[in-house]
């Protein structure tokens, strides 16, 4: 089922950023989060075998920070996204990049509001999801 509210969807996105932290492997560039922290080893040590299904939802979630068109709101977005996924501390990053916590909080609910919104414009996945496991 595709998400329909902005909570929905920041949880899509935290199982994403976990199955794809303990699933990811080196058949691409060197590191998977190369422009995230390097918390990579502390969300992998959570649940190491994911089902084909979960691995497909987190593909398709991992590719909506892709619609934040301003690269500082998707990267503050992917920043809180893996700390709640168990990467770190939200207000060290954010002390770090001299951004105030609440503010950026505040804007990136803006920005999940926003995706819930354009869901209703994303091709239902679901539907080839079915055919797939018709076939």
């Known amino acids: 089922m595709l ?19 303990v699933t990811g492997k080196g058949d691409g560039p060197r590191k998977l ?3 995230w922290p390097d918390y990579r080893g502390k969300i992998a040590k959570r649940r190491k075998v994911y089902p084909p299904s979960a691995i497909s939802r987190a ?8 619609l934040v068109e301003d690269p500082d709101s998707r990267r503050a ?10 990467g770190g501390k939200f207000s060290q ?11 950026v909080t505040s804007r990136n609910r803006a920005i999940l509001k ?6 209703a414009v994303w091709p239902c996945a679901e ?5 797939n496991v018709a076939a």
């Open 114 to 119: 926003k995706l819930a919104e354009r869901r």
């Open 3 to 21: 998400p329909n509210t902005p909570e929905e969807i920041l949880d899509r996105l935290i199982e994403a950023t976990e199955i794809i932290a």
């Open 93 to 103: 990053i954010c002390e770090k990049y001299g951004w105030k916590r609440t503010t």
């Open 77 to 86: 977005l992917q920043f809180e996204v893996m700390c709640k996924a168990g």
């Open 33 to 35: 989060f190369s422009a």
């Open 127 to 131: 539907t080839s999801l079915e055919k």
């Open 59 to 66: 593909e398709e979630a991992i590719t909506w920070f892709s």
